[in-house]
């Protein structure tokens, strides 16, 4: 009974660990996330200097931008996690989409 205890002790610890782990994305998922960002403050800025969207749709995505990249500096500290990555994946996606809209409605003003 007392090698049944001690087997399962040993189990458990062996697996225990490499459950625990957290994920951590790879060098090249940071990279993408901040190429992303980057890519959004350029849009925004090309699309102003194309007169595409007003000042004021540009100072608003710009806000949001840099919503997006305070909350990528925040979640870095100690790492992305798994549900880190996604959110700020949905940010990117979200904010592009309103880019794309913005540049749509040809009316020079937000909303």
Request: glycine share 2%.
């Amino acid at each position: 009974m007392r090698n049944l205890l001690l087997a399962l002790a040993l189990s458990a610890a062996t697996v225990t660990p490499a459950a625990a782990q957290n994920w951590r994305p790879a060098a090249p998922v940071r990279t993408q996330i901040q190429q992303d960002i980057n890519q959004l403050d350029r849009q925004i800025a090309r699309a102003q200097e194309r007169r595409t969207i007003s000042a004021r749709e540009s100072t608003s995505l710009r806000r949001q931008a840099l919503q997006v990249r305070r909350d990528y500096t925040r979640y870095s500290r100690n790492g992305l996690t798994r549900t880190e990555v996604a959110a700020l994946e949905r940010q990117v996606n979200q904010l592009r989409r309103q880019i794309r809209l913005e540049q749509r409605d040809w009316d020079g003003r937000r909303g």
